[in-house]
């Protein structure tokens, strides 16, 4: 009985855990070809502060747990210096995971990566880019002097490799 009362309390927690920030709606989206993203800062896996170099080419988008695990899987096979090598960088999105999810497990287990994450925690950043995107996809985006010129949705890891390396 009594790990059973332990358990229902252990899970009421998680479930009252709620991520930063409430539901956002009405956003311009910031994925739209044409549109700059020069400005673009976010913290990496290790809390440190990232903006797009000057030669950045492209942008990997993983919105979803499923294709976070395949772009981490994929990257996780590569040398450390793939995506840099490539003139590419990896977002991820966190924002919907209870803030303890993401504190306890999340970001922890991105610090085990040997590639460079960049992360989205609060929904309010993550919405604009989230904006008319599917989310079930990896979103590739091509850049050229931080402009963006095409956006990709791709389903595969395969798909991904041959993308990025095509640049």
Known sequence: MKKIVIALALMLTFLGCSSKGGEVSNVEPSLVVGKTLKDLRLNDQFEKPHTLNADTKTLIFAFSKDMAHTCNDFFATQTPS???????EFIADVSAAPSLIRSMFIMPGLKDFKHTV?????KSQAAPFRAKMDVEKIILVSLK???????????????????????
Do not use: C, M, R, V
């Open 145 to 167: 002097n931080g402009t963006i010129t095409n956006i990709t949705p791709l389903s595969t890891a395969k798909e991904l490799q041959e993308k990025i390396e095509a640049k």
């Open 82 to 88: 793939y995506l840099a090598d490539n003139h590419a």
């Open 118 to 122: 960049l992360i989205f925690e609060e």
